[in-house]
């Protein structure tokens, strides 16, 4: 990746800074606040989800963030300077989810043809590879599958190296295969240095390959955190063992007051011979059912981002 000028000069200008930004379009129903206040700062080499509901203002975010479109309010810089500024100088670059190949070209007549406006027909071989792409070289873009024409989106994104990748729902239209391959490789990417921005639907996406993820609803940011403590805000862990059968009900059960009078400990309940406790202290709970219950078969399963999100949105997927 090349040099950035951030480490010739000293100065680590993050590499995107939101500041107050607000967009309103004007619909027949009056004024839209589509983003309505995002302050936020990106490192260099994170790799952070944008997660929300359809509506929420990703897409509109995204737009600003690349120069497409300007804020009503606030502003964007992309390693300290606009956006347009860092289009032009190839540090940003991105997959969006609308936006034209042309259908009567190859594959690799695409990949050409946009290597010679960013002068970079030395990377045509690299970026194919890395995108797994070279075996499609000669078909149409029009015979190419949703999955595959992402991925030659993917390709052309990368040709200007760019320090800064913005990501619009990368994944649609890939099978799992597909999409792990593509996140292998963003993952080698980011840890080489380029940072990665990308808006999601899929729960588990953000859940699996975002170390930072933004939740978005309704223009603002509603959380912002790393994933796994974003998933741990929403009711803590579950743990469930088999115990041997109670003597008695479980309200009077002795074994099982002690598991609620745990710190932390929000529910515990029985089925069969299966109890299950959801507490934020899933270690203290797995050692007082090992060690002192004769718990056996342990299981702890941590909340998926599905449950803060919908906590924190107040609505499902
Ligand atoms: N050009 C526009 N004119 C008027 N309203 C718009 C315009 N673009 C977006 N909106 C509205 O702004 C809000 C945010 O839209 P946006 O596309 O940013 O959301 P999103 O989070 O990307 O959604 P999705 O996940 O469905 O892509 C929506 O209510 C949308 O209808």
């Not at 690349?66 to 502003?75: D, F, H, R, S, V």
Request: proline residues 4%; glycine residues 10%.
């Amino acid at each position: 990746m090349r040099e950035s000028s951030d480490q010739m000069t000293g100065y680590a200008a993050p590499a995107l800074r939101l500041s107050g930004v607000r967009k309103v379009f004007r619909t027949s129903d009056g004024p839209l606040a589509a983003v309505d206040g995002i302050d936020l700062d990106i490192g260099t080499g994170e790799i952070v989800a944008f997660l929300g509901p359809n509506g929420a203002g990703k897409t509109t975010t995204i737009d600003m963030m690349l120069g497409l479109t300007t804020p009503t309010a606030g502003t964007v810089e992309v390693f300290g300077s606009s956006a347009q500024a860092a289009v032009i100088r190839g540090d940003i670059s991105a997959v969006l989810q609308t936006g034209g190949l042309l259908r009567d070209l190859s594959v690799r007549e695409t990949v050409t043809a946009i290597a010679a406006l960013h002068g970079a027909k030395d990377r045509i071989d690299e970026v194919m590879e890395r995108t797994d792409i070279q075996s499609l070289a000669r078909r149409r873009v029009s015979k190419c599958s949703g999955g595959e024409q992402q991925r030659l989106k993917f390709a052309l994104a990368l040709l200007p190296d760019p320090r800064l990748l913005i990501l619009d729902e990368p994944t649609a239209g890939m099978d799992v295969g597909a999409r792990h391959a593509f996140w292998d490789t963003m993952r080698q990417d980011a840890s080489a240095g380029r940072t990665v921005v990308f808006a999601t639907h899929y729960l588990e996406e953000a859940q699996d390959f975002a170390e930072r993820t933004i939740l978005i609803g309704k223009g603002r940011v509603l959380a912002d955190g790393p994933t796994a403590q974003l998933r741990a805000m929403t009711g803590g862990r579950k743990v469930s063992a088999d115990l041997d059968e109670l003597p008695g009900p479980p309200d009077a059960d002795p074994r099982l007051q002690r598991l609620r009078e745990l710190p932390g400990v929000k529910s515990v309940s029985l089925r069969g011979t299966r109890l299950e406790v959801t507490g934020s202290d899933s270690d203290a709970i797995a050692r007082l059912l090992l060690n002192d219950l004769g718990g056996r078969d342990l299981e702890i399963i941590a909340p998926t981002l599905e449950s803060a999100f919908i906590e924190l949105t107040g609505e499902g997927k």
